[in-house]
Structures are given as structure tokens and as C-alpha cells.
């Protein structure tokens, strides 16, 4: 599975950017999927994830109510969408798939596909 994300950007604070992230080789519908991100000088830490069955979704506390993990699987795509976004934000954004995790869905060990990263940039 080759993956490619885009749609990242520099917006101020307050703003929104959506993430795409675009498969190729095999469908997303049978993965678990995630993004990542990795801010200057900081570990990749999880951001929001979406399990392979009924697509049941699970968001850091940082992000939570602010950005939204979701799938087109005709499109075999998988976006999130962030809004009011803030300084704190900024980074890059990696996509992730992988078969069923046999440990904590929030680590990046448990992701076997990547894709190259986006940056997002929010100023104040």
C-alpha cells in the first residue's frame, strides 16, 4: 500500500485546513487508519484514528472537538478535517495504515504504511 497525503498549508489561528490522504494497492476499507504528527524538535505523536471495523473513531484529548478522522472508501481516502486551529497545531502531518492493532492503536509502531507527511503551519 502506497499512501500520499496532502492539503496541508500555513493559516493563522482560527483558521481550517482539510488533510486527504490517498491509497493506492489496496483498499482503505481494510485497514485501520491514523494520523500522526510531529512538531519541531518533538516526537510523532497520534492524532486521530479510525478502526477498521465500524469505522469507530478515537481522537487525542488535544483535538478533540476541533478535528474530524473520516473515510470515502469509493474514493479510497481518508481526510481530516481541522478546524479552529491553533498555533500548537503546527507540524507534520503523516498518514497511517495498518491491519487490526494488536496493541494501542495510538502508538506508531503499530502502523505498517506511511505516507510522506504534510506540514501544517498555524501563526497566532
Known amino acids: 500500500v502506497q499512501l500520499q497525503a496532502s492539503g496541508g498549508g500555513a493559516v493563522q489561528a482560527g483558521g481550517s485546513l482539510r488533510l486527504s490522504c490517498s491509497a493506492s494497492?489496496?483498499?482503505?476499507?481494510?485497514?485501520?487508519v491514523a494520523w500522526f504528527r510531529q512538531a519541531p524538535g518533538k516526537e510523532r505523536d497520534f492524532v486521530a484514528g479510525?478502526?477498521?471495523?465500524?469505522?469507530?473513531?478515537d481522537y487525542a484529548d488535544s483535538v478533540k472537538g476541533r478535528f474530524t478522522i473520516s473515510r470515502d472508501n469509493a474514493e479510497n481516502t481518508v481526510y481530516l478535517e481541522m478546524n479552529n486551529l491553533k498555533p500548537e497545531d503546527t507540524g507534520v502531518y503523516y498518514c497511517?495504515?495498518?491491519?487490526?492493532?494488536?496493541?494501542?492503536?495510538?502508538?506508531?509502531?503499530?502502523?505498517?504504511?506511511w505516507g510522506q507527511g504534510t506540514e501544517v503551519t498555524v501563526s497566532s
Open positions: 494497492g489496496r483498499t482503505f476499507s481494510t485497514y485501520h
Open positions: 497511517a495504515a495498518g491491519a487490526v492493532p494488536s496493541g494501542d492503536p495510538r502508538l506508531d509502531r503499530e502502523y505498517a504504511y
Open positions: 479510525s478502526s477498521r471495523r465500524y469505522y469507530m473513531t
